[in-house]
């Protein structure tokens, strides 16, 4: 069974940079050949894909939600079982739940961690 | 593009409700890997159907996804009242992006 686990900054200041890290547990041996995502939530509001990081080359290789492109990056540390999100330039409207997830070939988020409440202010 | 959702629906208990997700411009098919998730409030959403219609592991049998038409569908059957919450789907739209419908929020009266 896979556990993920998001952790990091709970209120960051407006402009500054926002910074998750997920941690794989478990079946974590996945971890340097899975798909990794980050979405969010924010409150009372429904679902929002950020962007993704694949096993591919050294330092693996990314997609991200077009409307974030710019502000967002993911990285994976494979030797640390983990992945992270840096969010550039954070206003109000990036106040949410930040959720980690596992895409399944089949294109799908199986495994999911219990979120972050991340607040711009 | 925007993918679309019913805002709410209703089901009595025992019921047959179906909730679609479909595309502002466009129909879905199966090439678009829908993929519906359940969640209840302050919980990180479940994964209930992938691919359109194959249920995830542990997931009830009175869910089930199909294509009705130019929409991806999630039909429960027998409602029961632990199905009332809120309900996403999600498209592949391809070039390794995906987007969600705003949910639907199920309610069992």
């Known amino acids: 069974q896979l556990q993920l686990q998001e952790s990091g900054s709970g209120v960051v200041q407006p402009s500054q940079t926002l910074s998750l890290t997920c941690t794989v547990s478990?079946?974590?041996?996945?971890?340097?050949?899975?798909?990794w995502s980050w979405l969010r939530q924010p409150p009372g509001r429904g679902l929002e894909w950020i962007g993704y990081?694949?096993?591919?080359?050294?330092?693996?290789?990314?997609h991200y939600n077009p409307s974030l492109a710019g502000r967002v990056r993911i990285l994976l540390d494979r030797s640390k079982k983990q992945f992270s999100l840096n969010l550039t330039s954070v206003t109000a409207a990036d106040t949410a739940v930040y959720y980690c997830?596992?895409?399944?070939?089949?294109?799908?988020?199986?495994?999911w961690g219990q979120g972050a409440l991340v607040t711009v202010s | 593009t925007v993918v679309t959702q019913e805002p709410s629906l209703s089901v009595s208990p025992g019921g047959t409700v179906i909730l679609t997700c479909g595309l502002s411009?466009?129909?879905?098919?199966?090439?678009?890997?829908a993929s519906w998730y359940q969640q209840t409030p302050g919980r990180p959403p479940r994964t209930l159907i992938y691919?359109?219609?194959f249920r995830s592991s542990g997931v009830p049998d009175r869910f089930t996804g199909s294509i009705l038409g130019d929409k991806a569908a999630l039909t429960i059957t027998g409602a029961q009242a632990e199905d009332e919450c809120d309900y996403y789907c999600?498209?592949?739209?391809?070039?390794?992006?995906?987007?969600f419908g705003g949910g639907t929020k199920v309610t069992v009266l």
């Open positions: 997830a596992r895409i399944q070939p089949r294109q799908y988020f199986d495994y």
């Open positions: 999600a498209l592949y739209m391809g070039s390794g992006t995906w987007k």
């Open positions: 411009s466009g129909s879905v098919s199966t090439s678009w890997y």
């Open positions: 691919n359109t219609n």
């Open positions: 990081i694949f096993h591919s080359g050294i330092s693996g290789s990314t």
């Open positions: 478990g079946d974590s041996e996945s971890v340097p050949t899975d798909s």
